[in-house]
């Protein structure tokens, strides 16, 4: 399976913990051998990229706080005392150790928790 078509499968978890939230998956971007995928809620936004030159997921979460709507990359979440908690609890998987697959279905539990803490 190529790399495109391995991310998109993988993302399976991701739409289902997304899906409780209230978000739907938007059409993928394709651009050369980048991928983009965008999940929708009223008022959030979570996008995915996938491609060189490392090939692995890339997270950009649109969400308002304090009334003012901003983008957090995983960096920017990590500042976030509850999302730092959650991540010290929940360590990544290290690269390799299972691909896109493992690093999605991280994602499926970091999002929601990092979308709970961006909203206290």
Not at 53 to 68: F, K, S, T
């Amino acid at each position: 399976m190529r790399a495109r078509e391995a991310f998109i499968a993988a993302l399976e978890p991701v739409k289902a913990s997304l899906a409780v939230r209230g978000f739907s998956m938007q059409s993928p971007e394709i651009g050369g051998f980048a991928t983009w995928i965008t999940f929708q809620a009223e008022r959030e936004r979570v996008t995915l990229a996938y491609g060189p030159p490392e090939y692995h997921i890339e997270l950009l979460i649109e969400a308002e706080q304090g009334g003012v709507s901003r983008r957090f990359s995983f960096g920017d979440l990590l500042r976030v005392p509850g999302v730092r908690a959650w991540v010290e609890a929940h360590p990544v998987e290290p690269r390799g150790a299972g691909g896109v697959g493992t690093e999605a279905e991280w994602f499926s539990r970091f999002i929601p928790a990092a979308l709970e803490a961006l909203a206290m």
